[in-house]
T-cell receptor, first 113, second 113 residues
Framework: DGGITQSPKYLFRKEGQNVTLSCEQN?????MYWYRQDPGQGLRLIYY???????QKGDIAEGYSVSREKKESFPLTVTSAQKNPTAFYLC????????????FGQGTRLTVV | KQEVTQIPAALSVPEGENLVLNCSFT??????LQWFRQDPGKGLTSLLLIQSSQREQTSGRLNASLDKSSGRSTLYIAASQPGDSATYLC????????????FGKGTHLIIQP
């Protein structure tokens, strides 16, 4: 089945640790995105990538880093510089172009312990 | 900066009723608008995509309308069922290309059996 796979589903991070969230898609989409969702808040864009080896900061990129070495993969690293990392993280993909539909993975819930 | 507002924040209705969820956006220069459904602890499921040149889209019991000039969209759910209980999110694509969506905070819908 075509889709977006995020792993792990749950992740626990100790203070000062970096952690990496995985996102893989087999939809042959060029564009991929990372969003953060907090309770009672809308989704906020962290990073996005329109093509391999290129990515741009979204609205809340501080404390996060990404890479795009393969079309299918767009991992997100939450660094120790992110002061409030506990949240639900969602990965999405779409074709490029102005009228394309975005598809989402099932999310990773990150908790700082 | 684009802002998206969804009203009401929460809604509880008996099974079988028809209902309307509202979405407004501040900048009418959008490329498209997308409605999503989110179940607790899950990712987003795309329901309908309306391009800026369209007035409405239908899928089964769902009908979404778009009035771009007034910055409004509605999602109409006919003959509601308990399985429709979820959070419904509205998102707009203002930047074109593949630079992400701007989301509302959602409407939490409960359909009482």
């Amino acid at each position: 089945d075509g889709g977006i796979t995020q792993s792990p589903k749950y992740l626990f991070r100790k203070e000062g640790q970096n952690v990496t969230l995985s996102c893989e898609q087999n939809l042959n989409h060029d564009a991929m995105y990372w969003y953060r969702q907090d309770p009672g808040q809308g989704l906020r864009l962290i990073y996005y990538s329109q093509i391999v080896n290129d990515f741009q900061k979204g609205d809340i990129a501080e404390g996060y880093s990404v890479s795009r070495e393969k079309k299918e993969s767009f991992p997100l690293t939450v660094t120790s510089a992110q002061k409030n990392p506990t949240a639900f993280y969602l990965c999405a993909s779409s074709r490029t172009g102005v009228n394309t539909e975005a598809f989402f993975g099932q999310g990773t819930r990150l908790t700082v312990v | 900066k684009q802002e998206v507002t969804q009203i009401p924040a929460a809604l509880s209705v008996p099974e079988g009723e028809n209902l309307v969820l509202n979405c407004s956006f501040t900048d009418s220069a959008i490329y498209n608008l997308q409605w999503f459904r989110q179940d607790p602890g899950k990712g987003l499921t795309s329901l309908l995509l309306i391009q800026s040149s369209q007035r409405e889209q239908t899928s089964g019991r769902l009908n979404a309308s778009l009035d771009k000039s007034s910055g409004r969209s509605t999602l109409y759910i006919a003959a509601s069922q308990p399985g429709d209980s979820a959070t419904y999110l509205c998102a707009v694509n203002s930047g074109g290309g593949a630079d992400g969506l701007t989301f509302g905070k959602g409407t939490h819908l409960i359909i009482q059996p």
